[in-house]
């Protein structure tokens, strides 16, 4: 696969964990901050206060958190190997440009 393309995956792949983390986790939030004020954990989108217990909901969160850092990750390391890729080692000296040394 050439160089390019790696890096422009890479970038696709950070992004896409950046999203995770921002779009998904920010859901949990109110469950962190439930679990330090309180003993109890209310989920109140349906309009009705349910109990829920809050070590599932930062289980859940902490499942995010790695998926986010995990794709954060694996796309440093793509975007990586695609910098340090062959592309510049494979010129020809027919082909290369500039003074020429004797």
Request: glycine share 12%.
């Amino acid at each position: 696969m050439s160089d390019i393309r790696l890096v422009m995956i890479g970038a696709v792949i950070i992004f896409a964990g950046f999203v995770v983390g921002g779009i998904a986790n920010s859901g949990y939030s109110q469950y962190a901050i439930q679990a330090q004020n309180f003993d109890d954990c209310f989920d109140y989108s349906t309009g009705v206060e349910v109990h829920v217990k809050c070590s599932e909901k930062s289980y859940d969160y902490m499942l995010y958190f790695v998926l986010s850092f995990g794709l954060l990750g694996a796309g440093g390391v793509v975007m990586y190997k695609g910098i340090r890729g062959k592309w510049d080692h494979d010129v020809k000296d027919n082909e290369m440009v500039g003074p020429k040394n004797p």
